[in-house]
């Protein structure tokens, strides 16, 4: 059973954000990259899970934990009454090659220790379950889940960890017929008190970058026309309503300036006016918590992304959006 949802990661979204509103650098654009088949492959494995069946486990996915005095992400934790196990998921295609502990793409090093990240991941947990003399066991793997992944190594102590995409369907029915009883509830318990928000966000952007304004959702055009309640785009003919408009730019708020106060005025700015202050007002009061202090008012975005907006049954937009078909 997944215990929670996979959504795209903070710095996937920022990217995303980004590029809508500036030509990005060739730094971010490898960054963006890096993020979209990081969350790729995770949606990969939840696909292949999914199929399989996760009946016989509970598994938490996306996950940070505050361990000790550091914070660690895991990308999947399966859990049963034998233990933990962690899947350290990976999206590399090509040929790679491990030579005394370190990892080669095409001859070149990479940045990444996957076996050290998987090793640090895994002692975090069992220096948590020994906190509490917990009777469990804990391991892990590092899942490749790409089918163009070719690996080359003489070290055979790897092999036993590492779980390639032609063994990954054999890999996770493995976990069927294991219990689910008062041991992993008692493991579920311990991780929950230990969840936190990603501490490791640092994302910002120089303002003078973007592109003010508001685009189509559908094509990404800043080329609108104003109707009485949508505004249509003059490049596909896809109609939206204001409050569509108004939820994407304070998404996009949210993630270009993270942690930076939002006020009427800086939100006004980022959409250079293109809707009437009164129903932009209208649109933060409904879709922000409200902080005053004295005279001044701001506002944090209610919800975790646009998606999430529209997915939630009390933001209740008034007026139909019409995409067009790409």
């Excluded at 076996?115 to 892990?140: C, T």
């Excluded at 029915?173 to 966000?201: A, D, H, M, T």
Aim: proline share 1%; aromatic share 12%; hydrophobic share 35%.
């Amino acid at each position: 059973m997944f215990l929670n949802t996979r959504g795209k990661s903070h710095d996937l979204l920022f990217y995303e954000t980004l590029e809508r509103r500036c030509e990005l650098t060739s730094v971010e654009k490898s960054w963006f990259k890096t993020f979209q088949k990081g969350f790729e492959g995770e949606c990969l494995y939840d696909d292949i899970f999914e199929d399989v069946g996760h009946d016989d486990v509970l598994v938490y996915r996306d996950l940070y934990l505050k361990l000790g005095k550091s914070v660690t992400q895991y990308d999947a934790l399966v859990i049963n009454d034998d233990g933990i196990v962690v899947n350290e998921i990976k999206n590399y295609t090509g040929d790679y090659k491990v030579e005394g502990g370190d990892w080669f793409r095409n001859g070149q090093r990479i940045s990444e220790a996957p076996l050290a990240q998987l090793n640090r991941a895994v002692g975090k947990l069992i220096g948590l379950k020994n906190s509490v003399n917990g009777q469990f066991g804990v391991s892990g793997k590092l899942i490749f889940v790409s089918d163009d992944f070719y690996l080359q190594t003489d070290d055979n102590s790897l092999w036993p960890k590492i779980v390639v995409r032609m063994d990954l369907r054999r890999y996770l029915r493995g976990f069927r017929g294991g219990k689910i009883g008062n041991k992993s509830q008692f493991i579920i318990r311990l991780l929950s008190e230990n969840i936190v928000e990603n501490p490791y966000i640092d994302n910002n952007v120089d303002e003078a970058r973007l592109r003010k304004g508001i685009y189509c959702g559908q094509c990404g055009s800043f080329s609108l026309i104003k109707s009485r309640f949508h505004l249509v785009c003059s490049e596909c003919g896809s109609k939206e309503s204001n409050e569509t408009h108004l939820l994407r730019a304070m998404n996009d708020y949210q993630f270009l300036f993270y942690g930076k106060p939002m006020t009427r005025t800086a939100f006004s700015y980022l959409i250079n006016e293109e809707i009437h202050w009164k129903t932009v007002s209208r649109a933060l009061l409904k879709h922000c918590y409200i902080n005053k202090n004295g005279v001044s008012t701001t506002y944090q975005f209610k919800y975790k992304d646009f998606d999430d907006a529209l997915s939630k049954g009390d933001t209740h937009i008034k007026y139909k959006d019409y995409l067009t078909q790409k």
